[in-house]
């Protein structure tokens, strides 16, 4: 019976330990005072005289140092028990030393590494003028695994809190770009009796602030994605789709910003056009592969012919050719949710060739709902939606058609459409078949 009642205080004991551990873990946040906290409970509740707990930085060449008593650190007693610990940290294990000194019976001393998923996040180390019964040094041992996964919380908690910091001062920087580029812009706009060369200044402007607005918006999609990851699982999911949201809006604005770029240089006429010959079955490959995996996402169908009369090789500048197919493909598939979309390529027949020349025909066609004769016409117009409703389930067309438009006509081409009520669309880019 009594060897019982010992073992069930013993019991009492540890668990009392660790209860009153864990209400100090759960309300320590802040790394110093987290690690203060811990070592003050570690050294009352084993009665040691001295104790110290260095923790390793992720961005600093030495540890942090915190003693108990705190007044030790600064009067140097905690060089007395750092060779002990750096001796466990090297080693990743428990170290104990037990001696007599100065006529005191017994002085032990303890070091154990905090260690967290095999990551060394520093190591604690007591000193007590009695010897360290077995049931102690085991709490210890617990309470050391405790105090990592604290360490490591906290650590993380820091990391994603400047990482947070830094989205919002990137985002600051934006907002005060937007204003002065919307303040120039307005100065340029005044500019009425000057229109060529408020256009060239203009152009000249956005091209300059292109790479100051690139740079932080490529900041802010790195440092979201990285939250968006949670890899250390520290965020709620609630962050974690805030972490999407920014990224999501990030795109969204770069992707606008770039619209409102290309629209510029179109404007001023500062864009070039390269041509050179392409491979046509390379060329509906490179097609098939970008919007395949989009069609299966969405359960729809993609169909991609091209026509026996199209030349093995096309005579056109590549990147604003795949610029207009692909934003005319993007549409098609935004503004419908099941059935297809198909991109044909032709040569254009007389009669249905809008142009002066011998023209190359894409033809990308739907099988949605279809536009009102009313909505066929404004769709021409840059900015314009085809439902004006709140809740309306697609996006506008935004820039990219009123660039796209542009682009075909600076090539010596044209856009057309034409769709009807449950019809379905079709868009049509008709290119020369050669550059003049």
């Known amino acids: ?13 540890f668990r009392n330990g660790m209860h009153q551990l864990s209400k100090v873990v759960n309300v320590e946040h802040d790394q110093a005072a987290l690690a203060q906290a811990c070592i003050r409970q570690l050294a009352c509740y084993v009665e040691a005289e001295l104790g110290l707990i260095c923790i390793t930085q992720a961005s600093h060449s030495s540890p942090a140092v915190y003693t108990y008593p705190p007044e030790q650190q600064s009067a140097g007693g905690s060089q007395a028990l750092l060779s002990l610990a750096n001796e466990a940290l090297g080693l990743k294990k428990t170290l104990m030393q037990s001696g007599d000194t100065n006529d005191t019976p017994v002085v032990s001393s303890i070091a154990i590494p905090l260690i967290r998923n095999a990551h060394i996040h520093g190591v604690i180390s007591l000193v007590a003028a009695h010897a360290y019964p077995p049931q102690q040094v085991q709490w210890l041992e617990d309470a050391a695994a405790i105090i ?16 947070l910091q830094q989205i919002q001062t ?18 340029l706009a005044e500019q009425t009796s000057l229109p060529e060369q408020t256009q060239l200044l203009k152009a000249e402007f956005l091209s300059n602030m292109s790479h100051d ?8 999609l790195t440092l979201s994605q990285l939250l968006q990851l949670n890899r250390d699982g520290s965020l709620s999911a609630r962050q974690v789709e805030y972490a999407a949201t920014i990224n999501t809006s990030g795109k969204s604005l770069l992707n606008l910003i770039e619209n409102i770029l290309d629209l510029s240089k179109i404007e001023a ?4 056009f390269n041509y050179h010959d392409v491979d046509t079955e390379k060329f509906v490959a490179d097609i098939q592969y970008q919007f395949q995996p989009l069609a299966q996402s969405k359960n729809m169908h993609f169909d991609l012919n091209l026509a026996s009369n199209v030349p093995a090789v096309l005579n056109v500048d590549l990147a604003r050719t795949q610029q207009i197919i692909s934003h005319l ?5 935004k503004f419908n949710s099941e059935g297809k979309v198909s991109l044909a390529i032709l040569r254009s027949e007389a009669e249905q060739n809008p142009l002066a020349t011998p023209a190359l025909h894409f033809a990308v066609s739907d099988s949605g709902t279809g536009m009102t004769a009313e909505l066929s016409a404004q ?4 900015l314009t939606n085809t439902d004006w409703s709140t809740t309306r389930p697609y996006g506008g067309t935004g820039l990219g058609l009123s660039i796209s438009r542009q682009l075909a006509q600076r090539m010596k081409g044209c856009i057309q459409h034409c769709s009807a009520p449950e019809s379905g669309s079709v868009f049509s880019l008709f290119l020369p078949l050669r550059k003049e």
Do not use: V
Request: a negative charge; glycine letters at 2%.
């Open 269 to 272: 006429g500062a864009l070039e």
């Open 1 to 13: 019976m009594p060897q019982t009642a010992e073992h069930e205080a013993g019991s009492d004991w």
């Open 329 to 333: 493909l993007n549409n098609a598939f």
């Open 379 to 382: 769709i021409s117009q840059a």
């Open 213 to 220: 607005l690139r740079t932080p918006f490529n900041s802010i």
């Open 148 to 163: 990592a996964i604290a360490i490591d919380a906290s650590q993380a908690h820091q990391l994603n809190k400047d990482l």
């Open 170 to 187: 990137q985002a600051e920087e934006i907002a005060s770009q937007q204003q002065a580029l919307l303040a120039a812009h307005a100065r």
